[in-house]
Each structure stands twice: as C-alpha cells, then as structure tokens.
C-alpha cells in the first residue's frame, strides 16, 4: 500500500506568500523554550497556528484568550509593571523574550531588530541639525549613527549627547558603554527618537510582533498606506510651541503636498516642502497657508519674514477675518504689521515676536511648576483630533483650495492622539525651559525687563486653592512614568470637565500681561 506524503503547510495568502525565512524563524520560535505553553502553537497535521484573533466573529478567535492569558503569565514572571496588558506589558514582554532581538519580515525576509533600535524623523533631523550635515536618515540603525558621529565628533561628545538624549538608558552605557549591545539589550525601552524594526500586536501573533518590518509597512501593510497614514501626520511644533489655530485643517493641507515648483529658487520638485507663512516659533497659528518650496529653501529661510510674507498675511486676515496671530503675539503683530515697509522690518517683527513667544512659554512653565497643570490643558486644543478634514478643489501643487468641510470622527486612535497631544505639550514645555535663551538665539528683551510679570501671573494664579483635581493633573504630568502611562492618566482625567471659570480672572491677568509687553515694546523699524 503506497504511504501519501503529508502535504506541507502553506503560510500565507495570494500575493502576500510568507518568506522563507520567515517561515524558518515560526518553526525556531514554536520551539524556542521563550514560547513554552503556548496555546495551540501547532497542529496535529505540523501546521504552525501563527495568528489569533479578538474578533470573536472570526475563526482566529478560539484561542484568542488562552493565548491572552499566556500572554499575561510571562509579563508576571517577569515582573513587568502594570496588570492585564496595561502600560505596554505585552509589547515590553514580546521584546524580552525575543530569542535573539532580531527576526526576518514576513515579506521581504530581512533580519530586522525587533524593539526601538532605529532613526526615527525627529532624531534624524536633530542629528543632521547639530552636525550640519545631512549624513543621517530616518529608519537607519542606531549603530551606524553612532559611527558616523564618530567620524564628526570626538568620544566624549558622543557619549554626552547619547546620555543627554536616553537618560533612561543610562544603567546600560553604564554596563554596556555608548554601544549596539546598549541599545539592543535596551530595546524594549519606548523612546520618542528611536522607532521599532517592529510593532508589536500580541496575541495576534504568536511571537507578539507584526508581520511587516518598519521597512515594508508603509508600501505592502494596507493600513499603512501613505494616502491612510496622512490623516495621521501632525506637525509637533503646534504642541511644542503651544501655539493657537486649528491645527486639524493645516495638517491636512500640509500632508496634501504634490508636486510643484519652489517659490523662493524655482525648482521643480517632486513633493514640495510647504513653508508656513507665519512662523510658529514667532507665536503665529497653525494655519492652512502655506508656499511651496524645496527643503534646502524651507531650511535657509527658517522663522525669518520678508515682506511679501507680511502681506500674504494681512490679505488671509482680510480674506477671513481671522488673526495670524495667536493671542499671546496678537497685539504686537497688530500693532506693527501695517508699519512694516521692507524685508528688514519684517526681520525685526520676526524676531521681537519669537522673544515674546519665548517669555509666553518661561511664563506657561511658571505656572506648571507652580501645580497648574490642570489650568494648562485649558490652552490646548486636543479636541480637533476628534475630525476628519476634506477639501474641495483642492491644488497640491500650491496648497490653495475652493473650501474644506469637517466631519466627526470618535475612534480609539483618533482619542489616543488628543491625549498624545496634551502630553507631548507638557514633556515639551519641559525640554524647552531646560534650554538657555542664548542657546536657542532668542533676544532676551523680555526676559531682562519684564521677568516680574511672570511673577505676577503665578500670584494670580496662586488665588485659585489647589484642588484634588488640580493635583491630580500636576502629579499625572510630573511623575516620571512611560509615555503609554501619561497618556492613560491623561484620559482617565480629561473624563472629568473641567470648570474653566474658576480660571477666568487667571487667564483675564495672562492676557493683560502680553498686552501691556506690546504696548511696552518699541520696535527700530525702518
């Protein structure tokens, strides 16, 4: 009698057939003792049963909780922090417990490492900032950055910019030096320079992690495609500076950008670099105005104006009757916009805003370390993350359009980025007190003559008794904890409504303070 061969598992579907390699690495993780007691790993015919499901409507669904509570057993015995799969448990576990710290993409079957490991935008551009070259890319591996800094900067410079930028990797350099096996050994730690080689999503998959390495996400994981990520991209600078507007609408228009022509050298480009019109470190809104130029004009041109600057400015103001301005600059750009008459005016507006927008932050800070965080949040508008934004005759090449419409949007994502914002504010209104007024080449003209308006603010604001709900937003921002645990607070929070009148004579006194610095100040223009 002839013995049939038993057929061999097939992983994967149409187009999207796994790699070899990574069909290698399921049977090597199946085995692994890391992976001991795994709910139904493998089937009796040797298939791996890679995925499970929490949709309880699908067949991945049935070992979806065994798997879940294996899942919950392993952060224990390791002693994560945190209960159930809160505080990232289940991602901080997938990449301990990962056999090597790399494994191959289920598509293009490269060996990727597994946690926080490389350049992400804002590290990238902070790199080629720093050194003044454009040696660094998003997505490269944080060793080969380092080495590149070694060819630019000495060892002790490296070292202190490393430790400056992790300070929560610190027992690692300590153990490890300033080197890859730090930063791999470290991997599982969150970190807002670094992104994963991949997400984690366990369950669903057996080792904890996504099929598609950050290489391949964007091009071959529909969800990530650029058109459905775009609604996502948000300009951090509007959190950072804490800067007014309705910055839902520009970010739209920003990640709108197609191909086009620089306005400053002519250039014909592929993808514009939209320019805003009024910069937002001068204190300007968010605003869906923008020009079109390349990166290297975006970049030499920085925050300065010119003149064509301040009268596309005015014309917005006239064509909507809307300020540029956010309110804190609002009265100094009124008072001066219409007196500006050449490129160098418009410098010196620039730069006496960007110094009134620097003593508005030292001031926000003031009342942070005082305990008014919860008053804070009252500035910030979390709320526009809660919509989705569509233009009509919309010209990508230029960013102008006929009209925009806005519609609701209340999804999990959608509340996650509202809290994200309220969050990166308050670490970012940290960071920027930390740095001198020299360093950031901002004229100290209100820091030298009006320090005492700071001071009178806080008086004000001590008027309003510490309630248990304002303590609670202060020990929320000031704990030191995870990014994925503020942010949990921060929800838990923001369920309760603030009163926002019990601040109104604080926020009365804040606005007359900014007034009388522009009635104060007097610009040398032309």
């Known amino acids: 009698m002839e013995v049939k061969e038993m057929a061999k598992p097939v992983y994967g579907r149409g187009k999207y057939q796994a790699h070899q390699n990574y069909i290698d690495y399921m049977g090597l993780i199946v085995k692994h003792p890391n992976f001991k007691g795994m709910p139904n790993a ?45 505080d990232d448990r289940f991602s901080i576990t997938a990449r301990l417990i990962s056999p090597t710290g790399y494994r191959p993409c289920r598509l293009c079957g490269k060996s990727q490492n597994v946690g926080y490991f490389y350049l992400n935008h804002v590290f990238t551009e902070y790199l080629n900032r720093e050194t003044k070259t454009s040696l660094f890319s998003k997505k490269m591996p944080i060793d080969e950055a380092i080495k590149i800094l070694g060819g630019i900067e000495n060892k002790k410079q490296i070292e202190e910019r490393l430790e400056k930028i992790f300070p929560e990797r610190a027992d690692f350099f300590n153990k490890f030096g300033f080197s890859k096996e730090a930063f791999e050994k470290s991997n599982y730690i969150r970190s807002v320079y670094l992104s994963p080689g991949f997400m984690c999503n366990p369950p669903d998959r057996l080792d904890g992690f996504h099929d598609y390495c950050h290489l391949c996400r964007a091009t071959k994981d529909p969800g990530r495609s650029p058109e459905n990520l775009k609604s996502y991209l948000h300009d951090r600078r509007v959190f950072e500076l804490w800067s007014d507007g309705d910055w839902l609408i520009a970010d739209a228009l920003y990640n709108s950008a197609g ?16 320019d805003h019109v009024g910069p937002l470190a001068c204190g300007f809104k968010q605003l869906p105005l923008f020009l079109p130029t390349c990166g290297p004009c975006n970049s030499s041109k920085n925050r300065r104006m010119f003149l064509s600057d301040i009268k596309i ?62 008053y804070l949040t009252t500035i910030l508008h979390p709320e526009y993350a809660l919509f989705r934004v569509k233009f009509d005759k919309l010209n990508s090449s230029d960013l102008t359009f006929a009209s925009f419409s806005k519609t609701p949007i209340n999804t999990k994502l959608r509340n996650s980025l509202s809290n994200r914002i309220i969050r990166i504010a308050f670490e970012e209104l940290m960071l920027y007190q930390d740095k ?21 603010v806080v008086a004000e604001a001590k ?43 604080l926020s009365k006194k804040l606005r007359q303070v900014f007034s009388i610095l522009s009635d104060s100040t007097t610009i040398p223009l032309s």
């Open 436 to 456: 001198s007024i020299v360093d950031r080449k901002v004229r100290k003209i209100y820091v030298d003559n009006f320090s005492g308006e700071i001071d009178a």
């Open 313 to 374: 400015l005015i014309d917005y103001e006239k064509r909507t009757n809307e300020s540029v301005a956010s309110w804190q600059v609002q009265p100094l750009w009124d008072k001066y916009k219409f007196l500006v008459k050449n490129d160098r005016d418009a410098k010196e507006l620039s730069d006496y805003m960007r110094a009134m927008q620097d003593f508005y932050l030292r001031t926000l800070y003031s009342l942070f370390e005082n305990g008014y965080s919860e």
């Open 42 to 86: 493998i089937s009796e015919n040797g298939k791996i049963n890679w995925q499970v499901s929490s949709g309880k409507s699908t067949s991945f669904y049935k070992y979806y909780v065994e798997r879940f509570e294996w899942w919950v057993k392993k952060a224990n015995s390791l002693k994560v922090p945190g209960k159930g799969n809160s």
């Open 463 to 505: 008027k309003i008794p510490l309630s248990p709900d304002m303590k609670n937003w202060d020990r929320a921002m000031k704990t030191n904890v995870s990014s994925t645990k503020r942010e949990s607070n921060i929800s838990g929070l923001r369920s309760k409504k603030i009163d926002s009148k019990k601040y109104s004579a």
């Open 259 to 274: 191909a086009g022509r620089c306005y400053i050298c002519g250039k014909k480009l592929k993808k514009i670099s939209p």
